[in-house]
């Protein structure tokens, strides 16, 4: 229960920083749009969307570390410090090597292969490598930001992101005043943003934690050969997501320009923001789920990450829904210009998050028991698939929406593959985890889309009047058949408790 306790409290903090992040998130993307105009935009969310890739695998790489962290938690700070500096060597070497990497690839993405206007390609160019300058910071930030949530220092950890959103907002508003090109200027401040951020938090880090002091002659040569190891295979799966993430708008760039990237963008922008309501609860959990395996408690960290796949699968899902059905109306007041086919990239992009997310939990239980090699193999390769399918659709003269036939097929394949590699390496019931979660979760979702789809016409609501009436009734029906369909007897006995303890909370004050 005291796990539990802090795990809410967590995840509380992160949800207050969340809806702030998301708040200024969204004025921001709307203030860039306007700055930079769709074609910059578009040419911004291809080249530059290393970013997003970044913060998704610097999460997947700090996996990796904060395990070995949790671990090694109750033997000291001497050992921790071993850790970490061993840690911090690796990262180092990763980061070199992502650069050299980028920087090679660099030289043949822009000679002919990306379609974008000449008179642009300087500025692009110029973005592309601010983002791989921005990128070996970032890499080696991996280890402060393990520690942060190895510690579940949540508070700070909050508090830097917080600051990142307004750092963003202010350089999207000094976008309107600039006098320079406006692309090149983005591209710059916001890898000038990034190095600082990361710098802060070294700082941070340095100052309150004592394990974090650089000692190069305390690194254990045997046990940066297994982080390596273990790293490596993390870092290939999550290079794999992320050419799935950033390959499509490569791919929608070669056959339609950078007008669909630009809508592919805002839907990109949507999936992050709401994903942050499911992320938050896996970086409440995660450490939980580590230490239980590292003390031996499979049982306890089975049961945690179920749990974790019911109420990720639930945050997601209040706002997914919501905007699944009312995405034009939506994105109209959100944005100026609304891009062609961006309301329904981000329906469809909202429904493959909400398949990934029926398995997402157990990735921490693999993780953690540390059998990787296989299972990260097999996600690679079933991140990959995605291209073959899209490029012989888009071949054959479908529209830009049939690329993600590839991306469901894909996401599919990885929630079997996740609910396989847990019951096999975990002894987890797979068949009842099945039953549980997603023959559950999903049949749900399919009925209160059927409701909602049409309900609001048959009062002739207007757009106002059909958003709020969709929002209210969603949510009473997704919390309403979670509650009653989805969670077991104990954990609805834990609701109930939790509920109450809130309740006579208030009431004192």
């Known amino acids: 229960m005291q796990n539990s306790s802090r795990i809410i409290l967590n995840t509380g903090i992160l949800y207050s920083k969340m809806f702030l992040n998301i708040f200024i998130a969204l004025f921001s993307t709307r203030l860039i749009l306007n700055a930079l105009g769709t074609n910059d935009f578009g040419i911004y969310a291809l080249v530059g969307g290393v970013i997003g890739a970044l913060s998704f695998l610097n999460k997947a790489m700090a996996t990796a570390t904060q395990r070995y962290l949790s671990y090694n938690r109750g033997k000291g700070i001497e050992q921790l410090g071993k850790v970490f500096n061993t840690s911090l060597i690796l990262h180092v070497l990763i980061g070199i090597l992502f650069v050299v990497v980028l920087e090679i690839c660099g030289l043949f993405l822009f000679d002919g292969f990306l379609n974008i206007e000449s008179s642009r390609l300087a500025a692009a160019k110029f973005v592309f490598h601010c983002m791989v300058a921005s990128t070996f910071f970032s890499v080696i930030a991996v280890p402060y930001d393990a520690i942060m949530n190895a510690k579940e220092n949540m508070l700070v950890f909050s508090l830097f992101s917080v600051l990142e959103s307004v750092l963003k907002l202010l350089i999207a508003i000094y976008l309107f005043y600039t006098p320079i090109d406006k692309l090149m200027t983005y591209g710059l401040l916001m890898a000038l943003m990034m190095v600082s951020c990361r710098t802060l938090k070294r700082l941070y880090s340095h100052y309150k934690y004592k394990e974090t002091k650089i000692r190069l002659g305390v690194v254990d040569f045997k046990l940066l050969k297994e982080m390596a190891c273990y790293s490596g295979w993390i870092t290939v799966e999550s290079v794999c997501h992320i050419a799935k993430g950033e390959g499509i708008p490569v791919v929608l760039n070669l056959f339609f320009g950078t007008g669909v990237n630009a809508a592919y963008g805002v839907s990109t922008q949507v999936r992050q923001n709401i994903?942050?309501?499911?992320?938050?609860?896996?970086?409440?959990?995660?450490?939980?789920?580590?230490?239980?395996?590292?003390?031996?408690?499979?049982?306890?960290?089975?049961?945690?990450?179920?749990?974790?796949?019911?109420?990720?699968?639930?945050?997601?899902?209040?706002?997914?829904?919501?905007?699944?059905?009312?995405?034009?109306?939506?994105?109209?007041?959100?944005?100026?210009?609304?891009?062609?086919?961006?309301?329904?990239?981000?329906?469809?992009?909202?429904?493959?998050?909400?398949?990934?997310?029926?398995?997402?939990?157990?990735?921490?239980?693999?993780?953690?028991?540390?059998?990787?090699?296989?299972?990260?193999?097999?996600?690679?390769?079933?991140?990959?698939?995605?291209?073959?399918?899209?490029?012989?659709?888009?071949?054959?003269?479908?529209?830009?929406?049939?690329?993600?036939?590839?991306?469901?097929?894909?996401?599919?394949?990885?929630?079997?593959?996740?609910?396989?590699?847990?019951?096999?390496?975990?002894?987890?019931?797979?068949?009842?985890?099945?039953?549980?979660?997603?023959?559950?979760?999903?049949?749900?979702?399919?009925?209160?889309?059927?409701?909602?789809?049409?309900?609001?016409?048959?009062?002739?609501?207007?757009?106002?009047?059909?958003?709020?009436?969709?929002?209210?009734?969603?949510?009473?029906?997704?919390?309403?058949?979670?509650?009653?369909?989805?969670?077991?007897?104990?954990?609805?006995?834990?609701?109930?408790?939790?509920?109450?303890?809130?309740?006579?909370?208030?009431?004192?004050?």
């Open 275 to 509: 994903g942050f309501f499911s992320e938050m609860i896996f970086k409440s959990s995660n450490p939980q789920v580590m230490r239980n395996i590292g003390d031996g408690f499979i049982d306890k960290s089975i049961k945690l990450s179920t749990t974790v796949c019911k109420f990720s699968y639930l945050l997601m899902a209040l706002l997914s829904i919501p905007l699944i059905i009312e995405a034009d109306f939506i994105l109209s007041l959100w944005l100026k210009n609304v891009p062609d086919y961006a309301a329904n990239f981000c329906r469809l992009v909202l429904g493959t998050n909400l398949m990934i997310m029926l398995a997402r939990g157990l990735n921490f239980l693999i993780d953690g028991i540390g059998k990787i090699k296989v299972y990260r193999i097999t996600l690679s390769v079933l991140n990959l698939i995605v291209f073959p399918i899209a490029l012989i659709l888009l071949k054959m003269g479908a529209s830009p929406y049939s690329v993600f036939i590839g991306i469901f097929f894909s996401d599919f394949l990885v929630v079997v593959a996740r609910i396989y590699f847990a019951a096999k390496y975990s002894g987890m019931n797979a068949f009842e985890f099945c039953k549980s979660v997603p023959l559950r979760l999903a049949p749900l979702t399919i009925f209160i889309l059927c409701v909602l789809w049409k309900l609001p016409s048959l009062f002739h609501l207007t757009n106002w009047g059909s958003l709020i009436f969709t929002l209210l009734v969603s949510s009473v029906l997704q919390i309403l058949t979670f509650y009653l369909f989805v969670l077991d007897k104990n954990e609805q006995k834990f609701v109930f408790e939790f509920m109450g303890k809130i309740k006579r909370k208030l009431c004192r004050t």
